[in-house]
């Protein structure tokens, strides 16, 4: 299986901050990675896909970068509605597995 | 609109059975793949399985192989998660979840694009 890491775990942050959270596969998985945003008592939601193209309606503050194995995930300016959990995901191949989350506090 | 509607909450003792379900709609349900992932209270996302309505082909995640059983009836556009021995261990969030996966135009992806409101199955005794 291909394991996914992520950093940090979590980061205290103020409204108007640039956040970076980074995740890295343990394998090369080119461009097939997502990032995914939980807020607390709500289903995930897909906010990134191929690593780099933001899902329709989501905010352009988020934007992401990366392939092979190493990749990112950028709020340009955070805002209060952002308080969340950040996951990252491998859909390179089976079992499609998720990073252990980014718990973003503002 | 497109979207997943899941059954409500369960409560079951350990040894018990269970199915729960996810009714898709808004979209071509036999064309997409749909899945289940695991959310332990407190913890990350678990990708459990995922199934092909059109042919019924599935994938499961080594771990959850053999304690789970996903399937689809594509006459009423629903996917099922069901146990046949439900540990304390199976108690969790279970989000339903549909796989878009694009490869004839760039960029490739392959996504949950779409997922349920949730499961929570408590197993206790």
């Known amino acids: 299986d291909i394991q996914m890491t992520q950093s940090p775990s979590s980061l205290s942050a103020s409204v108007g901050d640039r956040v970076t959270i980074t995740c890295r596969a343990s394998?090369?998985?080119?461009?097939?990675f997502n990032w995914y945003q939980q807020k607390p008592g709500k289903a995930p939601n897909l906010l990134i896909y191929?690593?780099?193209s933001l899902q329709s309606g989501v905010p352009s503050r988020f934007s992401g970068s990366g392939s092979g194995t190493d990749f990112t995930l950028t709020i340009s300016s955070l805002q209060p509605e952002d308080f969340a959990t950040y996951y990252c995901q491998q859909s390179y191949s089976t079992p499609f597995t998720f990073g252990p989350g980014t718990k973003v506090d503002i | 609109e497109v979207q997943l509607a899941q059954s409500g909450a369960e409560v079951r003792k350990p040894g018990e059975s269970l199915k729960i379900s996810c009714q898709a709609s808004g979209y071509s349900f036999s064309t997409y793949w749909i899945g289940w992932v695991r959310q332990m209270p407190g913890q990350g996302l678990e990708w459990v399985a995922i199934i092909y309505p059109t042919d019924s082909s599935a994938r499961y995640t080594p771990s959850f192989q053999g304690r789970v059983t996903i399937s689809a009836d594509k006459s009423i556009s629903t996917a099922y998660l069901q146990w046949r021995s439900l540990k304390a261990s199976d108690t969790a969030m279970y989000y339903c979840?549909?796989?878009?996966?694009?490869?004839?135009?760039?960029?490739?992806?392959?996504?949950?694009?779409?997922w349920g409101q949730g499961t929570m199955v408590t197993v206790s005794s």
């Open positions: 394998q090369s998985i080119t461009t097939y």
């Open positions: 979840v549909r796989r878009v996966v694009v490869t004839a135009t760039p960029p490739a992806h392959d996504s949950f694009d779409i």
């Open positions: 191929a690593a780099s």
